[in-house]
């Protein structure tokens, strides 16, 4: 009787594919959208906006319910997510200008990936350097790591349909038939697809337009939330505690809902090329936004030197979160975050755990086998357990600023710090007219204070400061230790 080997071939190749697996660099995707908030998504609990695709990747991977941008605005979360670091100490102390730009010496993610053999390509937003070469001399994605791109300097503000101002490899493309989502997908599409090395594993970093101001989708999109059910279930949704306009913009909020629902459409064509193209098992994808969602002008904000009336277009939610864009508060920076890793990361899970953004340069070195810098201060950490809903420990809290504007426009604290369950907010002094922005910054600390207990209040309603002075007092310390120190670090750079 003869004996038969193929089932133990058959376990051997089972066997060494598994190891193949285990010891391969993953590949990695980072999608963020623009200005989306926490509450914006079907998984996330909105009842009107429909996220089927977005909503799956939550169903194969983990949802995260305490992640959080970097940032309350679009330049500094972006810089702190490619570094590392919080954006202070590289400079973005608001978005980006002509004196403001993510500097050469800047160790970005993308460096060390493409450094360790990874094809890296960027698309998208960029608004961490002026890509348009003439006006201004600053190093663009090309600069900072990535291998191939194509993207603006900031948003689409002549429209998200047909935008004029794409950069491809350092040479502008004029305009690109389409609307902004749909045209860096179907581009990054083509790169997967025709124009990378196959042999080397890929970085691919795609920030979309949307849901930004202008807020234009395309009618079909607007027409399905054109409807009486809407119009209902819109006076359930909050909008982080922050006053809305006097006059009636309920007409627009169909814009809003469309272009979420468009975005989501456009990443779940991006996650088909994935899986056709057989990349699925061995990709890492992290969906998130930039911030919170915008708020639409306010009375109050019409007088002042906000005069912006496309943001009446704005119907973005932090969901139960108290601030929106801007704010230190849960709703500027705490944003949706899935993470789909199949085989390491359970499928249909969520995760409590805090995960920042500028944890993602560090989450992503040690799972490629990358050494973080250790010249320079990173203030993330390798915060893969949190995917897996295990603890993190913390050795330095997790901090936001928003200090821009003062506290004389706004009406708003300049900061916030994390600390287990509780959270700290600060205001600076209010500054005079006659102080200029930076000296007031590099002269004050922060006096007024308010105290959270997270986890029993997550919408900050409740501040009990008076009752627990000796929290307060040792989180206003470390809090006052990192503010000087970032805030001197991007001051120092900037001189």
Same mark, same amino acid.
């Given at each position: 009787?003869?004996?038969?080997?193929?089932p133990?071939?058959l376990?051997f190749f089972?066997?060494?594919?598994?190891c193949?697996?285990?010891t391969?660099?993953?590949n990695?995707?980072? %999608? *963020?959208?623009?200005?989306?908030?926490?509450?914006?998504?079907?998984?996330?609990?909105?009842?009107?906006?429909k996220?089927?695709?977005i909503?799956?990747l939550?169903?194969?991977g983990? =949802?995260m319910?305490?992640?959080?941008?970097a940032?309350?605005?679009?330049?500094?979360?972006?810089?702190a #997510? *490619?570094?590392?670091?919080?954006?202070?100490?590289?400079?973005? !102390?608001?978005?980006? &200008?002509?004196?403001?730009?993510?500097?050469?010496?800047?160790?970005t993610?993308a460096?060390?990936?493409?450094?360790?053999?990874?094809?890296?390509? %960027?698309?998208?937003?960029?608004?961490?350097?002026?890509?348009?070469?003439?006006?201004?001399n600053?190093p663009?994605p090309?600069?900072?790591?990535?291998?191939?791109?194509?993207?603006?300097?900031v948003?689409?503000?002549?429209?998200?349909?047909?935008?004029?101002k %794409?950069?491809l490899n350092?040479?502008?493309?004029?305009t690109?038939?389409g609307?902004?989502c749909?045209?860096?997908?179907d581009?990054?599409?083509?790169? *997967?697809?025709?124009?990378r090395?196959?042999?080397?594993?890929?970085f691919?970093?795609?920030?979309s337009?949307e849901?930004?101001?202008?807020?234009?989708?395309?009618?079909?999109?607007?027409?399905?939330? +054109?409807?009486?059910?809407?119009?209902?279930?819109d006076?359930?949704?909050?909008y982080?505690?922050? @006053? =809305?306009?006097?006059?009636?913009? &309920? @007409?627009n909020?169909k814009?809003?809902?469309?272009?979420?629902?468009?975005?989501?459409?456009s990443?779940?064509?991006?996650?088909?090329?994935?899986?056709k193209?057989?990349l699925?098992?061995?990709?890492?994808?992290?969906?998130t936004s930039?911030?919170g969602?915008?708020?639409?002008?306010?009375?109050?904000?019409?007088?002042?030197?906000?005069?912006?009336?496309?943001?009446?277009k704005?119907?973005?939610?932090?969901?139960d %979160?108290?601030?929106?864009?801007?704010y230190?508060?849960?709703g500027?920076? =705490?944003?949706?975050?899935i993470?789909?890793f199949?085989?390491?990361?359970?499928a249909?899970?969520?995760?409590?755990?805090?995960?920042?953004?500028?944890?993602?340069? /560090?989450?992503i070195?040690?799972?490629?086998g990358?050494?973080v810098?250790s010249?320079?201060?990173?203030?993330?950490?390798?915060a893969?357990?949190? !995917?897996?809903?295990?603890?993190?420990?913390?050795?330095?809290?997790s901090?936001? !600023?928003?200090?821009?504007h003062?506290?004389?426009? !706004?009406?708003?604290?300049?900061?916030?710090?994390?600390k287990?369950?509780y959270?700290?907010?600060?205001?600076l002094p209010?500054? @005079?007219?006659?102080?200029?922005?930076?000296?007031?910054?590099a002269?004050?600390?922060?006096?007024?204070?308010? #105290?959270?207990?997270?986890?029993?209040?997550?919408?900050?309603?409740? +501040?009990?400061?008076?009752?627990? /002075?000796e929290?307060v007092? &040792?989180?206003k310390?470390?809090?006052?230790?990192?503010w000087?120190?970032?805030?001197?670090e991007?001051?120092?750079?900037k001189?």
């Amino acid at each position: 009787m003869k004996h038969s080997f193929l089932p133990y071939i058959l376990v051997f190749f089972t066997l060494l594919s598994s190891c193949q697996k285990e010891t391969s660099q993953p590949n990695i995707i980072i %999608f *963020l959208a623009d200005d989306l908030g926490y509450g914006d998504l079907g998984c996330y609990g909105n009842p009107i906006i429909k996220t089927p695709n977005i909503d799956k990747l939550a169903k194969e991977g983990v =949802r995260m319910t305490d992640f959080h941008s970097a940032g309350t605005v679009c330049s500094p979360s972006r810089a702190a #997510l *490619l570094t590392g670091r919080n954006p202070y100490r590289t400079g973005f !102390f608001y978005i980006h &200008s002509k004196d403001t730009w993510l500097k050469n010496e800047e160790i970005t993610i993308a460096e060390l990936l493409k450094d360790k053999g990874y094809e890296t390509s %960027f698309w998208g937003k960029w608004h961490l350097s002026t890509l348009e070469k003439g006006k201004v001399n600053q190093p663009g994605p090309g600069d900072q790591g990535f291998g191939y791109w194509m993207g603006t300097s900031v948003n689409a503000f002549e429209g998200p349909q047909n935008p004029e101002k %794409f950069v491809l490899n350092g040479k502008p493309v004029g305009t690109v038939e389409g609307w902004y989502c749909d045209v860096i997908v179907d581009k990054a599409g083509d790169w *997967l697809k025709n124009i990378r090395n196959r042999e080397k594993p890929f970085f691919m970093y795609i920030c979309s337009h949307e849901p930004h101001t202008p807020i234009a989708p395309p009618e079909e999109y607007s027409r399905k939330y +054109d409807n009486p059910e809407v119009d209902e279930l819109d006076k359930t949704i909050n909008y982080g505690q922050v @006053a =809305r306009p006097e006059n009636d913009i &309920s @007409a627009n909020k169909k814009e809003y809902y469309g272009t979420v629902t468009q975005l989501d459409d456009s990443f779940g064509r991006l996650m088909n090329t994935i899986e056709k193209l057989g990349l699925k098992e061995n990709t890492l994808v992290i969906f998130t936004s930039d911030n919170g969602p915008e708020t639409p002008v306010t009375l109050e904000e019409s007088l002042g030197q906000w005069d912006d009336p496309i943001r009446d277009k704005c119907f973005g939610t932090p969901g139960d %979160f108290r601030g929106m864009k801007r704010y230190p508060y849960e709703g500027g920076h =705490r944003v949706p975050g899935i993470v789909r890793f199949p085989g390491v990361i359970p499928a249909g899970t969520e995760s409590d755990i805090l995960f920042n953004g500028t944890d993602i340069l /560090p989450t992503i070195c040690n799972l490629a086998g990358i050494a973080v810098p250790s010249d320079r201060t990173m203030d993330g950490i390798d915060a893969f357990a949190a !995917f897996q809903n295990k603890k993190v420990e913390r050795k330095v809290s997790s901090i936001w !600023f928003y200090p821009h504007h003062g506290d004389t426009y !706004f009406r708003m604290p300049q900061m916030s710090m994390r600390k287990d369950k509780y959270t700290i907010i600060g205001w600076l002094p209010p500054k @005079a007219d006659s102080v200029n922005l930076q000296t007031w910054m590099a002269t004050n600390d922060p006096q007024k204070l308010e #105290l959270y207990d997270i986890v029993a209040d997550p919408s900050q309603m409740n +501040d009990i400061s008076t009752q627990n /002075p000796e929290i307060v007092d &040792s989180m206003k310390m470390e809090m006052i230790s990192l503010w000087r120190e970032m805030r001197d670090e991007g001051l120092a750079g900037k001189q």
